[in-house]
């Protein structure tokens, strides 16, 4: 009924559905996930399919993530892309609550009529939040934006989580971060298909001098795209400064894609590698239901000293 | 001396029954320990505690005489609705023993739109006078000698075209522009830490400061070129040592301005003023005011002045506007009064007294005649004036003023290590210390750790209705309408233009004096739109960002039971609902107050909820928007500038337009109690006054967002 009633919306490019949706699939009660994979079998079925790119966008908090994200976001939409962003925002750990503050920096976009910016409290970290976001992308897919930018703080484990559901990924970094030049994640940066020093209205300098450090660790590392090397841009989301060549570094970024089908390549891997993530946390979660008895009883056998490891190993495997 | 010290402290041990003095001692907000007793001890060890008024560095009075010479200037801030009717409630108010004038400007003026501007629907005429172009000043002072009459005008982001409406006025009235006395608010920093009627970046702002003084310096001889206020940071939560270090600070910054265009210290510094507010800690803001002038004294040493008046502190004061409640009113009076007496024995130039009805709407006729008698019982019943600084010497006053100067140069000197007061805006680091006092000092009202009388302690069954002050904006709207219309007709369109392109011109070239290229425009009746706006064509409108601080509210609640029990609630609606409450917090129009905005919103997701925190100026169409975009459960429309019976239903209409009928509208702030059944009528869930705890305002939203989930 009511994932019928949203798909109907949301293929009718209705906003209060395409939010309803949203919420809908984030949400933690198993109705509602019933009634979100419902959702998504039917959009997959009506929805027409095209051609959209999926941008990650990375970097500590404060690095200027949603301020780019409101200059690119516009350019795009100016440009008549459609285009959404999804902020994932650091819920306060002791409370429980969160405060959403991206909608004040990116408040043209939000009200752009080609724009939608849609920020999302961080729920007890990464755990779903994976298979989420995956299926939050392929609502506002549905929907017709073509454009789809998730943006995550920098920390953990978020961004291999975001790397591993969109075709680019676009990391912002602080010109000044000084002596502890090292302190970048090397991680980061193998996952890096763009770096884009911020701010190079206050330091263009220490941007530079950041850039020629990126550019020479790339020397020394292996990226994993074969064909593509990092590109390392400078300037500033509140100048537009290097915004222009950063679009048209998407847009290279786009061809390299599209050669050797290298784009569904990618997407078809991600799937799997999704599927089979998920499939372990599920299976994971049924085998401790069904098995919890013998578990426990080979565990206790364990630590009284009765049985060996491999042994307990085999009666959970063996019994029932 | 020693001897009967360790006498009196045995007495007091007995008086007290215990074996410490421990329990006797304070420590203020500031961070400030009050002891019980002052002695001549505690002065050997300071300079300065033996000086005398008008001498450096200043701290008994800037004047030798003082008060026994000449009282302070009772300098009222008024202003509403038309220029006419202003103009007849400013003359009403001289006859009656005021003696400066002091303009409040309405919103739109504020923020630099004509009446007629889509954006200021709801606030034309509301919380100040609409003035669009030369013709309404003029009105405004008809009748008023401006050769004689000192006009204080608090404008800081629309300040080119006021003022240079203000110089024409003059001129038309056969004024020379030397001749003019009084001051211009113009401090654009605090405007971008506290007050929000900003418009432009801050590059542009300080040029336009700068500017100002530099045109003041050469042309207005009698006129301060800028108020460094204090007061509206005081007002949006920061205690005195906070208000005492910013303040200071940002003058070093406007020096440090003038002087690189070129200018001598001597040439300007005397014409700096100052505003501070007067709060309700009555020692302490004696001494804040003795404090200031030693600090400013000490920090313009640098600069080298020649002119002893470069160096010397003088300020206009308010007495607390936040320190006001709804809740039986006429404890205001009493309030007032006790925050009028620390700012005249701390030494003030001149004052505000607020009026009793502060909280509910702008003052009536009769409160705000009772607001300016406080004053005048003050001069001529109580004998206050008859001698110069009476604390001074006072052991216990002195150590304070001290103390105090003591932790303010602390904070100087932590924003100078930022690289200077514009910087550390810029990282938005001053605001964010406010906010947290500010949130601090919620916590301890809303958990009855501080005494507010008829709030959270001694309350009144039954609340006697007072009448109230209404302003219809419509009319007023219309009205402005009609007058730009006619201005727009009769003018020469061409020459505007070129006067407009002009300054345009040198914001681009960053060339001339942008005040002289306004009094030329305006002389030819372009309006305050067209001039903001032809500076915006160039640099934009400036758009602040919020950084909210998170954990101050709930800190303040450690063990509190009420509190724990509404988190539970919270989590239990998660549990039921896959997800937290979520509540958009919204302002619209031009409304710039955020101090209770923000305090709602950290308050509430300290207790869980997850909260959308809109930007400030927002239409109601786009707080629909946004809003069922976020998908929330609720909007929260904190509105204070009176715009509420035009915004909020938009905004409702809005909402069913768009098919999101189901989100619940709160409304909350300054809202007279005779509004609440218009505005339930037009579909408002709840409301909640000043005063209301936030936790009380969170236990209501939920509970009518459960009741919403169930039908
Ligand atoms: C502080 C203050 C200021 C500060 C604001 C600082 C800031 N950043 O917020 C300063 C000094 C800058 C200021 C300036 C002005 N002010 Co002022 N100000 C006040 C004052 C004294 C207190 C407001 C306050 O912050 N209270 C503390 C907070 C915590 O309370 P609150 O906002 O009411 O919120 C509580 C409840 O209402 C409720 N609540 C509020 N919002 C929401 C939202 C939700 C969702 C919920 C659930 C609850 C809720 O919960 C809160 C906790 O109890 C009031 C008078 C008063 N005593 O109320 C005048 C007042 C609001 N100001 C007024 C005016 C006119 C102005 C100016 C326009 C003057 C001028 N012409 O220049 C300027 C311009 C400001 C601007 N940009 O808009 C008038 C408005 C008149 C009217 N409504 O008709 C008032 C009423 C004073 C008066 N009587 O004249 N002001
Ligand atoms: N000077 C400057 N400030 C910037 C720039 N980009 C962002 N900021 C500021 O940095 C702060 C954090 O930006 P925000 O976009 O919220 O960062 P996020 O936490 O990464 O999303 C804000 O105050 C922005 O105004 C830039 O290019 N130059
Ligand atoms: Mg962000």
Partial sequence: MLAQELALGILSQNRRSLARAITLVESSLPKHRQAATELIRILKSQASPRETLRIGVSGVPGVGKSTFLETVGLAMANANHKVCVLAVDPSSQISGGSILGDKTRMQKLSLHPNGFVRPSPARDTLGGTALRSREVISLCEAFGFDRIFVETVGVGQSETTVYSMVDVFLVLLLPNAGDDLQGIKKGIMELADFIFVNKSDLDPHACNRMAKYCESVYELIHTPREGWKPRVMTGSSLSSEGVDELLRGLMQFEQFLLQNSYKETVRRTQKQDAFLQELKIVAWDQFLKTKNNVINKASSSLIEDKISVADALWQVIEGE | ?711
């Fill in chain 2, 1 to 711: 001396m020693d001897n009967s010290y360790q006498e009196w402290k045995k007495l007091a041990k007995k008086e007290i029954r215990q074996e410490e003095l421990d329990s006797l001692f304070w420590d203020t907000p500031e961070g400030i320990r009050i002891k019980p007793l002052y002695t001549a001890q505690d002065l050997s060890e300071l300079t300065y505690t033996d000086t005398m008024p008008g001498l450096f560095p200043y701290i008994r009075g800037p004047r030798a005489t003082m008060y026994v010479n000449k009282p302070w200037t009772i300098r009222q801030y008024a202003g509403f609705s038309t220029a006419e009717e202003s103009n007849v409630f400013y003359k009403k108010n001289l006859e009656m023993g005021q003696k400066g004038l002091s303009v409040a400007f309405d919103l739109a003026t504020h923020r630099g739109y004509d009446s007629d501007h889509e954006r200021v629907m709801g606030d034309v005429g509301k919380a100040g006078v609409a003035i669009d172009s030369v013709e309404d000043m003029k009105i405004l002072f008809s009748g008023i000698p401006l050769d004689k009459m000192s006009v204080s005008m608090t404008m800081n982001g629309a300040v080119l075209p006021v003022l240079a409406a203000f110089i024409v006025a003059a001129e038309e009235q056969g004024v020379a522009v030397e001749q003019l006395s009084g001051t211009i608010q113009n401090d654009v920093l605090k405007e971008f830490m506290v007050r929000n009627t900003y418009i432009y970046p801050p590059q542009t702002s300080m040029r336009i400061v700068g500017d100002i003084i530099a045109y003041t310096a050469k042309n207005m001889p009698r006129f301060n070129s800028i108020s460094i206020s204090g007061y509206h940071m005081y007002e949006a939560g920061a205690d005195s040592v906070h208000e005492l270090a910013f303040t200071i600070a940002d003058g070093l910054e406007y020096v440090k301005e003038a002087l690189s265009r070129g200018l001598a210290v001597d040439d300007f510094a005397p014409r700096l003023s100052f505003f501070f507010a007067i709060g309700m800690n009555f020692y302490m803001e004696i001494a804040k005011l003795r404090a200031a002038r030693l600090l400013w004294a000490e920090m313009m040493a640098q600069f080298e002045p020649k002119n002893p008046q470069s160096s010397m502190l003088r300020t206009h004061c308010q007495t607390s506007g936040w320190s006001l409640t709804e809740q039986d009113p006429y404890n205001n009076l009493i309030r007032t009064t006790v925050e009028a007496m620390a700012a005249v024995l701390g030494g003030t130039q001149s004052l505000h007294t607020n009026a009793m009805d502060e909280a509910i709407a702008l003052p009536s006729e009769n409160s705000s005649r009772w607001a300016r008698n406080t004053q005048i019982i003050l001069q001529e019943e109580a004998q206050i004036c008859r001698v110069v600084d009476p604390f001074g010497g006072s052991y216990f006053m002195e150590s304070l003023t001290h103390s105090l100067a003591h932790e303010a140069r602390k904070v100087i000197l932590e924003m100078q290590n930022l690289g200077g007061m514009a910087k550390a805006i810029e990282l938005g680091i001053p605001k964010m210390c406010i906010e947290k006092c500010a949130a601090e000092r919620q916590a301890r009202i809303d958990s009855g750790k501080d005494t507010i009388v008829g709030v959270n302690r001694y309350q009144v069954d039954k609340e006697d209705e007072i009448e109230t002050l209404e302003v219809d904006n419509s009319r007023v709207r219309e009205q402005q309408i009609q007058r730009l219309q006619a201005i727009r007709k009769s003018r020469s369109e061409a020459d505007v233009k070129e006067a407009l392109n002009a300054i345009t011109q040198a914001v681009k070239d960053n060339q001339g004096n942008l005040l002289d290229l306004a009094v030329k425009a305006m002389r030819l009746r372009a309006t305050v739109g067209e001039v903001s706006e032809a500076i915006a064509l160039v640099c934009g409108r400036y758009e602040a960002k919020n950084n909210l601080i998170s954990g101050v509210y709930a800190k303040g609640f450690l063990g509190d039971q009420e509190f724990m029990d509404i988190k539970q609630s919270v989590c239990d609606f998660n549990q039921i609902h896959g997800r937290n409450p979520r509540i958009y917090i919204a302002k619209m129009g031009q409304d710039g107050h955020d101090r209770g905005a923000k305090i709602v919103a950290t308050g509430f997701s300290d207790l869980g909820f997850d909260v959308d925190i809109g930007p400030l100026f927002q239409t109601p169409e786009e707080v629909a928007q946004m809003a069922l975009e976020a998908d929330v459960h609720a909007i929260g429309v904190s509105s204070l500038a009176a715009g509420h019976k035009t915004l909020v239903p938009r905004l409702i209409e809005c909402l069913n337009a768009l098919g999101a009928s189901e989100i619940l509208v709160f409304v909350g702030g300054v809202i007279p109690r005779s509004d609440y059944e218009f505005l339930r009528q037009k579909g408002v869930a709840s409301i909640f006054g000043p005063g209301t705890p936030v936790i009380q305002c969170a236990k209501e939203v939920l509970k009518l967002i459960e009741a919403k989930g169930k039908d």
